[in-house]
C-alpha cells in the first residue's frame, strides 16, 4: 500500500511539472495549424483549398474563396483576389482579379508546379493552368504582394518573376498595375482589362478595355456579346507613357481603375465611393450598334423600337437584339401587298451612322429622293438631306423627346383595297412627283450649281454626295482628260461646278448590286485620315459605277521614284512618306469601326500631295473584315512582286498581306528601283531577298541606298527603315509587325531587332541558304 501510494505521489508530481509545457505545446500546435495559411506565400508541395488563404503582409488583400460579398448586381462567389478590408464601395462586390474559374466551384486545391505553373485542380483535373513565358524555376513559390499582385517567382532571387496577376487583370486595375504595351516583366507585350459580370452564377456579358495602340491617348472598350464598341481618350492628366514602351500607369495607392456592370469604366479613390476622378463612355448610347439595328436609344441608357417595328424577346435588359419590322419594305423579298410611308422620330440627339448627302432646296425634294430609291430607309432634312441606304444603327435620343432633329423612317403598312385614305396618298405622291420634276428642276439645278460642295467639300463631316451619270459626264468632259488606268477602271480629271477639281474613277468589272455597293462606299466614305484619299461622293446608276474623289496635284509615288523624267526624293522626304504610309496602314487596320484590308498596296496606289504627304489611294480591291472575323477568304488579288506568300499559298487572308505588300513598297523606297529590277550581270538576282541578307549579317545598310542621294540619309533612320522592311516581308503573318507597331519603330519608340531572311524569298529565285558573297552588284559598291 505505501508503494501504491508512493507511486501515486511521484506520477502527481509529475504532471504538476510536465503539465505547463504540454499546454505550451498543444497551444503552439493549435496556433500553427489555425495560421498554417494565415501567409502571403504559397510553397511548392502545398496546397490552397476553399478554407484556407493567402493574406498580403499589410493585410489589405486575401487570396481565397469567398462567397460573403455576393451582391444582385455583381454576384460573383468563388476564387479570387480579394479587397480583405470590406467598405461600402462596389468594387469591394467582386474581386481585384480572379482565375478563369466557374462561379461557386470550392472542391480544388490551388499550388504551385515543380515547373513553376500556377495550377488549379479539380476533383484531381487539371481546371486552370497559368501562362509562363518567363524562366521556369524548381524553387518557385506563389506570393500575394501588398499592392494586391499575385506573383510566381524564384524562392532565392526575387527578381525573377514567371508570372504574375497583373499581366491579366479582372474587373480592376490596381495602383501599380498598368495597361497597354508596358510590363515589368517579359510576360506578356500587351495588357488589356476584363470585366465580367454574373448573375445567378452565370456570366452574363464581358468587357474588354485596350490601349489604342495608332493613337495617342486613345483606348477602347468593346462589349459582348453583342461586340458594341466604344472609342474614347484618356484625360491629359493620367499619366500615359508615350516614350519607349507605351502604355498607362498609376502609382497613386489610393487609386485604381474598374469596370461596373454595364461597361462604363471609372477612375476612383480606392475606399471614397463617391470620389470618381474619371469616367466614361457618358451613356450606353455612346457603345455603338449597343441597341441593335433599327433600335433607339435613349441617353438614359434604354433601347425602343420606332412604330412599325417590332422588339425582339429578349430575357435581360442589358442586351438589346435589335427590332425587325412589321411589313417588309416593297424592296425586300420582291413584297408587292404593302404600302410604304415615314414616320418622324423626334427628339434626335444622334444620327444614325453611314449618311449619304444630297444637295436640295427643300425637305420636300428630300423626301422625294428617299421615296423614289426603294434602298432608301430613312431620311432627315437640316440645311442639307441625309439618306440612309442600310440598317440604322446608332440613333441616339434625348430622354425628353421634345427637343433636337427629326429623322424620318421608312415603314410598311397592310394595303387596303379601295380604300380612299391609299388613293389620296398615291394621288398626292404622284402630284408631288409631277411638281417637283415640272416646277423644281429649273431651281434645283440653279441652286444646285450654285452651292453643289459648298456644305459638303468644305467640312469634315464625313457625308457623301451622290452624283448623276449625266454630271459626271460634264464634270470630265465626256472623260476626255484621263489620269490613268488599272484593273478596276479608269481615272479621269474632273472640275465641279464650284471649280473644285476631282479625279473621277470609272470602275469596271464589278458585279455586286446597287445596296452592297453603297454599303461599302458608305464605309469607306467614313475614312477620315490625312494619309488616306478622301472620297467625296459617287453615282450607282443602273449598271455604271463612278466614284469620285479628291485630286492629288503631286501623282503617285511611282512617278517621283522610278520616272528618270522627275526629280529624286530626298531622304527625309522618303522616310516622311514611308511613315505617313504606316500611318495610313494603321488606321485602316487597327482604328476604324471594320478592319480595312486594303489588298493592293504598290507604289502607284500611293498619292502625293503638297509637301509630299502621302496618301493611300485605289480602294477597288479593299476588303472589309468585321471585327468579330480575324481572316477572310478570297481569290488572287493584287499586284505581283507585292503580293504576300499566303495569297500563292491559297491560305486564308488578313490585314498582314497588307504589311507584307508595305515592306516590300519600303524597300523600294529606300533603294529607288522597283524590286524585281535586274542587279546581277548575267543573271536575274531579287533584290528584296539581297537586302534581306544584307540586313541579317549585320552589314553597312548604306549600299541599300538610292544612289541618287549619293550616301545623304540619316545612318540610324536608314537601319530602322531597312530593319521594318525585313520584318514586314517575313513568311509567317505571325512573325510580321501590326502597323501600329510598325509606326512606333520608325518613330523610334520601339526598338527594331536584326530580322531572319525569308526563306520563301529564296525559294522564288531557287536560292538556298544566300550570303553576301554570293551577289555582285554593278551599281552599288557594299
Request: net charge negative; glycine share 8%.
Amino acid at each position: 500500500m505505501e508503494t501504491a501510494s508512493n507511486w501515486r505521489s511521484l506520477f502527481s508530481s509529475s504532471f504538476i511539472l510536465v503539465l505547463p509545457s504540454l499546454i505550451i505545446s498543444l497551444v503552439l500546435v493549435y496556433c500553427c495549424c489555425k495560421f498554417a495559411h494565415a501567409t502571403d506565400t504559397l510553397l511548392p508541395g502545398q496546397f490552397l483549398t476553399a478554407n484556407q488563404s493567402l493574406v498580403s503582409k499589410n493585410g489589405a488583400f486575401k487570396l481565397a474563396f469567398d462567397c460573403s460579398k455576393s451582391h444582385q448586381d455583381y454576384d460573383y462567389c468563388g476564387l479570387g483576389i480579394w479587397f480583405a478590408n470590406s467598405s461600402s464601395c462596389d468594387f469591394d462586390y467582386f474581386p481585384a482579379w480572379q482565375p478563369y474559374l466557374t462561379p461557386g466551384v470550392s472542391s480544388y486545391n490551388l499550388s504551385v508546379s515543380e515547373e513553376g505553373w500556377l495550377q488549379i485542380m479539380v476533383d484531381g483535373h487539371l481546371y486552370w493552368l497559368s501562362s509562363n513565358m518567363g524562366s521556369t524555376s524548381i524553387s518557385a513559390v506563389a506570393v500575394l504582394l501588398d499592392s494586391g499582385n499575385l506573383v510566381i517567382r524564384d524562392q532565392v532571387n526575387s527578381s525573377m518573376v514567371s508570372w504574375q496577376s497583373f499581366d491579366d487583370p479582372i474587373n480592376v486595375v490596381l495602383s501599380g498595375g498598368y495597361l497597354g504595351f508596358i510590363s515589368i516583366v517579359e510576360t506578356s507585350p500587351y495588357v488589356s482589362l476584363s470585366g465580367f459580370f454574373y448573375s445567378g452564377g452565370t456570366a452574363l456579358l464581358n468587357y474588354t478595355l485596350y490601349l489604342d495602340s495608332t493613337r495617342r491617348r486613345g483606348f477602347v472598350i468593346r462589349q459582348y456579346p453583342d461586340g458594341s464598341m466604344f472609342a474614347g481618350t484618356f484625360p491629359g492628366w493620367m499619366n500615359i507613357h508615350e516614350d519607349g514602351d507605351y502604355g498607362l500607369t498609376f502609382n497613386d495607392p489610393h487609386t485604381y481603375i474598374h469596370f461596373t456592370r454595364f461597361g462604363f469604366v471609372r477612375f476612383a479613390k480606392q475606399g471614397e465611393c463617391g470620389s470618381i476622378l474619371w469616367s466614361a463612355p457618358e451613356s450606353l448610347c455612346d457603345f455603338d450598334t449597343f441597341c441593335g439595328p433599327y433600335g433607339i436609344c435613349s441617353w438614359s441608357g434604354t433601347c425602343t423600337c420606332p412604330v412599325g417595328f417590332v422588339d425582339p424577346p429578349s430575357s435581360e435588359g442589358w442586351y438589346h437584339a435589335g427590332c425587325s419590322r412589321n411589313e417588309p419594305l416593297s424592296c425586300e423579298n420582291n413584297v408587292t401587298h404593302a404600302e410604304e410611308t415615314f414616320y418622324p422620330i423626334d427628339g434626335i440627339h444622334r444620327y444614325p451612322d453611314n449618311a449619304l448627302t444630297l444637295v436640295v432646296t427643300n425637305m420636300t425634294q428630300c423626301e422625294s429622293s428617299c421615296l423614289m430609291d426603294c434602298t432608301c430607309v430613312a431620311f432627315a432634312y437640316n440645311t442639307t438631306c441625309s439618306l440612309w441606304f442600310s440598317e440604322l444603327r446608332n440613333t441616339v435620343v434625348r430622354d425628353s423627346g421634345s427637343n433636337g432633329n427629326t429623322m424620318y423612317i421608312r415603314i410598311a403598312t397592310e394595303r387596303k383595297s379601295g380604300s380612299r385614305t391609299t388613293r389620296v396618298v398615291l394621288e398626292s405622291t404622284i402630284g408631288v412627283v409631277i411638281a417637283l420634276v415640272v416646277g423644281g428642276l429649273i431651281l434645283f439645278l440653279r441652286c444646285r450649281r450654285k452651292r453643289f460642295g459648298a456644305s459638303t467639300l468644305g467640312g469634315d463631316t464625313g457625308s457623301l454626295l451622290v452624283f448623276s451619270s449625266v454630271h459626271i459626264k460634264n464634270s470630265t468632259k465626256s472623260f476626255s482628260e484621263k489620269l490613268g488606268e488599272g484593273g478596276f477602271g479608269c481615272v479621269s480629271e474632273g472640275t465641279l461646278p464650284d471649280r473644285t477639281i476631282v479625279a473621277v474613277k470609272k470602275l469596271k468589272g464589278l458585279s455586286q448590286g446597287e445596296k452592297q455597293f453603297r454599303a461599302e462606299v458608305q464605309t469607306i466614305g467614313l475614312i477620315q485620315h490625312m494619309n488616306i484619299v478622301r472620297l467625296l461622293g459617287f453615282c450607282a446608276e443602273d449598271c455604271v459605277r463612278f466614284l469620285v474623289y479628291e485630286y492629288m496635284a503631286n501623282g503617285s509615288l511611282s512617278r517621283h521614284l522610278f520616272s528618270k523624267s522627275s526629280c529624286k526624293l530626298g531622304w527625309e522626304v522618303r522616310y516622311s512618306i514611308a511613315l505617313g504610309l504606316a500611318r495610313g496602314l494603321a488606321y485602316l487596320h487597327e482604328e476604324c469601326k471594320d478592319c480595312i484590308v486594303h489588298c493592293d498596296i504598290k507604289p502607284d496606289n500611293v498619292l502625293l500631295v503638297e509637301q509630299f504627304c502621302p496618301k493611300i489611294a485605289d480602294f477597288g480591291m479593299a476588303t472589309l473584315l468585321g471585327r468579330d472575323f480575324s481572316r477572310v477568304l478570297t481569290t488572287m488579288r493584287g499586284t505581283i512582286g507585292y503580293l504576300a506568300p499566303e495569297w500563292i499559298w491559297g491560305v486564308p487572308i488578313t490585314c498582314k498581306a497588307d504589311v507584307y505588300s508595305y515592306g516590300m513598297v519600303l524597300l523600294e523606297i529606300i533603294s529607288g528601283r522597283r524590286n524585281s529590277e535586274k542587279i546581277k550581270e548575267g543573271g536575274f538576282t531579287y533584290f528584296p531577298i539581297y537586302a534581306a541578307v544584307k540586313v541579317n549579317e549585320g552589314d553597312d545598310v548604306m549600299c541599300l541606298l538610292d544612289s541618287s542621294l549619293e550616301g545623304n540619309a540619316d545612318a540610324e533612320q536608314l537601319t530602322r527603315a531597312c530593319r521594318v522592311a525585313c520584318w514586314c516581308i517575313q513568311d509567317a503573318e505571325d512573325h510580321r509587325p501590326m502597323m501600329g507597331q510598325v509606326v512606333r519603330m520608325l518613330e523610334g519608340i520601339v526598338d527594331v531587332e536584326v530580322p531572319p531572311v525569308p526563306r520563301s524569298l529564296q525559294s522564288y529565285v531557287g536560292m538556298e541558304g544566300p550570303t553576301s558573297a554570293d551577289f555582285c552588284i554593278s551599281e552599288v559598291s557594299c
